[in-house]
């Protein structure tokens, strides 16, 4: 019998890259509506899939991450009115999550620069809330309760932007600790060029990559790729991406590099020779005393 | 007697940097044998712990439920509560100044394979609790220490065995200790034929990396060939750390080989004990004798390396000589530099010698270089217009109510912990999780 499975859904909601998407110069236009009407479908057969199934999904906005759905606690007050030709689930879902879609994007008003999309916030806490319901604490009653104990949570992330170089160690922070907590990332890149730390994600939680080329069969991509729990991945031919990029961003201009140069003290990468190390501001000269030193060595700190 | 004179010397002045860099570790105390817990290191846990915990010759059963004390209405609690304040205090205290720590290790795992193992005064032997912990103590490095390796040598019959090769993968580690039937105990232990076994597996280490034997030591004789002192003053000046864990009592060559070495020396007294003091190894040795190099002002040496990072190929992809062992092979990895392909990474390319690491092996360790702020703790809801009503990061919506079993220290009573940055209310286990796990505060992301 299968257990019941977790799965945190990141939705990337930068306006600029949706608004791009949409153009019909490209060869496959889709626009944020078709998307989530898609992305709806997917949802509903993720819940209807089975009983016991928990769902989250978080938005990355411009500047902040926000959660539009929860499946173990209701988060707006009005429930849809009953309607005889659709099940209340669903109804539930689709209401709250275009809802609270419609909410932010209204929030976010005329702007003359648009901040970059908070992704890693609304990763961090896809994880914080697995951490949640993977770890039901006595101090809590309302989560011990919880019947169903989720076995292999996942989480997806339906990227458009490209990759933001200045978040690269908090990314791979959260990928530690995805890993730690047994966590699956799907990346699904629905639009714009391939993401290099997205990719590492992917690989290494044992998660799929997969770059949309047929844009208008998003919603086959996320069925036949992304429905299926880890559990069952073993036995179907799941895509996985074909290579994976390890190439980091630098420290000093945020770009990303394949080869650095790397400090021998902290290991900051930089994509050109500094005489000295900014972030640790160790002196890269000889010391004729260097006995007694191992050079690589690490300086803590604690804030 | 003229090495020797250097050695105490050198002992001094590293007690000294050692000072001034932790600035809260106490004075190394000279005067041994006293108490069996002289380890000047050990984390204030560490020695509450050894204080109230009896001898396990002492203790005829354990009470683990007198510990937990109900509060009226039955529940746990507040014991509980209690212990996350232990551990949010802990956490503030951690040293504030700066400490250099050695990032790629080398450790060889010596262990004692000798008849005295099987003593059963640590349940259920000594040699089950030492492989078990052992094991706990590999994937527990691994993860802190991921571009290190570990190698295993065991002491019995008289001689030093190889178990297991020096190596980085936690699961070849894991797999020549799992196998109990040929580690099986007996004879007499050699110190002085281990530990050279150990120094000859690690001599032809580069120098950036650190060079450490941890003994794990249940006899309380050695049978040696020669000199031991000889072989000391060898680590010595090979600048090898060695650490002991004794499982039976103190002896003067085991306390002799941590101090002179600069490692750390512990007796465990029973076997939660044992753990704390082999666990205490985990996490990387501060790099001390810093001052050596001219006064506190002066910066040792450091020099940026030009490493690649390479794309791998999949299982997939069409078959092609790997440069390392012209083998026909799928899967590899290409040098971002020459493009040769190699099998696995970290490894100096074959054709232009560029260093190619793996790009999240590094960043691994770069929480360290920026930590999370420690989370304020609300303790005054006055003058909050719209407080948050669920944790920032989880969702759990925060109880109105003031408990009242929360008053102690670092403890908010409304269980709400606020980031000094972006302002946002945490509940208090995602506090926790963020600091210790994460690493990356979900409201400002970063």
Same mark, same amino acid.
């Given at each position: 019998m299968e257990k019941a499975s977790h799965l945190s859904v990141i939705v990337d909601l930068s306006p600029t890259q949706w608004h791009l998407s949409a153009q019909t110069s490209n060869q496959y236009p889709l626009s944020i509506e078709t998307f989530l009407s898609q992305l709806l479908a997917f949802l509903n057969a993720h819940i209807a899939s089975k009983h016991e199934n928990s769902l989250v999904v978080f938005g990355a906005l411009p500047g902040k991450s926000v959660l539009l759905y929860s499946s173990t606690e209701l988060l707006s007050d009005d429930v849809p009115s009953l309607d005889a030709n659709s099940y209340l689930p669903f109804k539930l879902v689709d209401s709250t999550v275009v809802q609270r879609i419609m909410n932010e994007f209204d929030a976010i008003g005329e702007l003359e620069e648009e901040p970059s999309c908070a992704l890693v916030g609304a990763v961090t806490k896809a994880l914080c809330y697995i951490n949640r319901i993977t770890h039901p604490s006595s101090t809590t009653a309302g989560v011990a309760e919880d019947p169903s104990i989720v076995h292999d949570p996942r989480i997806l992330i339906l990227s458009v932007s490209p990759d933001l170089s200045s978040s690269y160690i908090p990314i791979m922070n959260a990928i530690f600790s995805a890993q730690k907590l047994k966590v699956t990332i799907d990346v699904c890149k629905v639009y714009g060029p391939d993401t290099v730390f997205l990719q590492q994600a992917a690989h290494l939680t044992n998660g799929s990559y997969i770059y949309l080329e047929r844009r208008d069969a998003l919603l086959q991509y996320l069925i036949m790729s992304f429905l299926s729990p880890t559990s069952i991945r073993k036995i179907l031919a799941v895509p996985k991406q074909d290579k994976i990029d390890f190439r980091a961003a630098c420290f000093c201009h945020k770009n990303i590099v394949d080869i650095g140069f790397v400090c021998s003290v902290c290991l900051s990468i #930089?994509?050109?020779?500094?005489?000295?190390?900014?972030?640790?501001? #160790?002196l890269s000269i000889h010391s004729n005393d260097s006995m007694l030193l191992a050079p690589f060595s690490l300086l803590q700190t604690h804030a | 007697m003229a090495p020797r004179n250097r050695d105490d010397n050198f002992m001094d002045v590293d007690s000294d940097s050692d000072i001034s860099l932790l600035g809260d570790v106490e004075h190394r105390g000279k005067g041994k044998g006293k108490s069996k817990t002289t380890d000047k290191r050990k984390k204030d846990k560490g020695k509450a712990k050894a204080k109230e915990q009896a001898y396990t010759w002492e203790a005829s059963y354990t009470r683990s439920w007198d510990t937990v004390q109900e509060d009226e209405a039955g529940s746990l609690q507040g014991a509980v509560e209690d212990l996350m304040a232990r551990g949010r205090r802990r956490r503030l205290l951690a040293p504030a100044a700066a400490i250099r720590r050695t990032i790629i290790r080398h450790l060889v795992l010596l262990l004692d394979l000798s008849a005295a193992m099987m003593d059963r005064d640590m349940r259920p032997t000594r040699f089950d609790l030492m492989l078990q912990y052992a094991r706990e103590f590999v994937v527990e490095w691994f993860d802190q220490n991921p571009l290190g390796q570990i190698g295993v040598v065991g002491m019995r019959a008289g001689i030093g065995e190889r178990i297991g090769e020096m190596s980085g993968n936690p699961q070849d580690v894991l797999k020549c200790l799992s196998e109990r039937t040929r580690l099986e105990p007996t004879g007499e232990p050699s110190l002085q034929n281990a530990i050279e076994m150990a120094r000859s597996s690690?001599?032809?280490? %580069? &120098?950036?990396?650190?060079?450490?034997?941890? =003994?794990?030591?249940?006899?309380?004789? &050695?049978?040696? %060939?020669? +000199?031991?002192?000889?072989?000391?003053? /060898?680590?010595?000046? +090979?600048?090898? !750390?060695?650490?002991?864990?004794?499982? @039976? /009592?103190?002896?003067?060559?085991? !306390?002799?080989?941590?101090?002179?070495?600069?490692?750390?020396?512990?007796?465990?007294? +029973?076997?939660?004990?044992?753990?704390? =003091?082999?666990?205490?190894?985990?996490?990387? %040795?501060?790099?001390? @004798?810093? @001052?050596?190099? $001219? $006064? *506190?002002?002066? +910066?040792?040496?450091?020099?940026?390396?030009?490493?690649?990072?390479?794309?791998?190929?999949?299982?997939?992809?069409?078959?092609?000589?790997? @440069?390392?062992?012209?083998?026909?092979?799928?899967?590899?990895?290409?040098? *971002?530099?020459?493009?040769?392909?190699?099998?696995?990474?970290?490894?100096?390319?074959?054709?232009?010698?560029?260093?190619?690491?793996?790009?999240?092996?590094?960043?691994?360790?770069?929480?360290?270089?920026?930590?999370?702020?420690p989370y304020e703790a609300v303790t005054s809801m006055e003058g909050e217009s719209m407080p948050q009503a669920a944790c920032h990061a989880c969702a759990r919506i925060f109880s109105t109510s003031v408990s009242t079993a929360a008053t102690s220290e670092g403890m908010s009573p409304w269980g709400r912990y606020r980031c000094p940055d972006c302002h946002n209310d945490f509940c208090a286990e995602c506090d926790v999780f963020v600091h210790d796990v994460i690493h990356c505060c979900p409201g400002c992301g970063k």
């Open positions: #930089f994509c050109q020779p500094l005489p000295v190390c900014s972030t640790c501001s #160790f | 690690m001599s032809h280490l %580069p &120098t950036h990396s650190s060079r450490e034997i941890l =003994i794990i030591f249940g006899s309380l004789t &050695t049978c040696d %060939p020669g +000199n031991i002192h000889d072989t000391l003053d /060898a680590c010595v000046k +090979n600048k090898i !750390r060695i650490s002991v864990v004794a499982l @039976a /009592a103190e002896m003067k060559i085991s !306390r002799d080989l941590c101090d002179k070495t600069g490692g750390q020396f512990g007796v465990a007294m +029973n076997e939660g004990h044992f753990k704390d =003091i082999l666990f205490e190894l985990v996490p990387p %040795p501060a790099q001390r @004798a810093v @001052a050596r190099a $001219g $006064g *506190p002002g002066a +910066n040792p040496a450091a020099d940026l390396m030009m490493m690649g990072f390479p794309t791998r190929l999949p299982d997939s992809s069409p078959p092609s000589l790997c @440069a390392c062992h012209s083998d026909m092979k799928s899967e590899g990895f290409l040098c *971002p530099r020459c493009m040769a392909k190699v099998c696995d990474v970290p490894t100096d390319c074959d054709i232009c010698g560029l260093m190619i690491v793996s790009s999240p092996h590094l960043a691994r360790s770069y929480h360290h270089l920026f930590p999370v702020k």
